[in-house]
């Protein structure tokens, strides 16, 4: 991907993203939001880095499913 590039996932889909710089912006725009807007207030609110047991449950209380494992930059 490069800036400015965009991406469309019609429901269901399976994805994942990450950021590789410290910093860096990312927009994201969801219609409908559904509880996704609830997920990331969550996530949001955190103040430790989530176990996956933990993220896991996010997930399943937003309608939402872990299916693979973390990313991992090289």
């Known amino acids: 991907m490069n800036v400015g590039d965009s991406i469309f996932l019609p429901r269901k889909i399976p994805h994942a993203w990450t950021q590789k710089s410290e910093k860096g912006k990312m927009t994201v725009v969801l219609q409908p939001a559904g509880k996704l807007e609830d997920f990331f207030v969550t996530m949001a609110a955190l ?27 090289e």
């Open 47 to 73: 103040n430790h880095e989530p176990t996956p047991k933990e993220i896991e449950k996010i997930f399943t209380d937003n309608e939402m499913q872990v299916v693979g494992p973390a990313l991992k930059l």
